[in-house]
């Protein structure tokens, strides 16, 4: 019994020893506004590097469209995801009046005569107008073989900007 006791004792006297130590604290984290604040910092620096990037990938300062993920000569298969760019200009829905803004236009083995890039582009299979402001489109039934397609950018009448804003024509082939 007296072992019981003094094993009591000593177990009572290292908790209060315990008590009077305690552990370390451990240190406290970042506060909701340095968090905000570093999250804040990250977008901006990936803003600027995308911004970066864009600007070097283009070799004239724009405005200008262009084919974002083909290009002259490649070789797809059908169906065809084709993405558009834009850069100097923004991207608006038809009947949007806003400065320096279009949508895209996309012409499939063919071009705009002179005469046809003095009015509104038209709208037939040759001729897609993505006036919802679609920057892209897949192209289920383009046929095997060789076509050209080419971007123009339309204003809010689907009228050339002025000046023109077209992609250099390009070739590609449908296996």
Partial sequence: ?????????????????AACNPAPAAPAGPTAEEVNATVAKAVADARAEDVAAATAAHADPG??????????????????????????K????????????????????TE???EEMKFAIPNDAQHMHFGAGQTEVTLPGLPAGQHTLQL??????????????????ITITVK
Avoid: C, W
Wanted: charge should be neutral.
């Fill in 1 to 17: 019994m007296r072992h019981a006791i003094l094993a009591a004792a000593a177990a009572l006297a290292l908790g209060t020893l």
């Fill in 63 to 88: 405005p200008a469209v262009y084919f974002v993920n083909i290009k002259d000569g490649d070789t797809v298969s059908s169906p065809i995801r084709i993405v558009f760019g834009v850069y100097g």
């Fill in 90 to 109: 923004g991207v608006a829905p038809k009947d949007i009046n806003v400065p320096d803004t279009g949508h895209h236009h996309l012409l499939i083995d």
């Fill in 112 to 114: 705009l005569s002179a």
């Fill in 152 to 169: 123009v950018f339309g204003n809010m009448k689907h009228e050339q900007m002025m000046p023109p804003m077209m992609s250099p024509k």
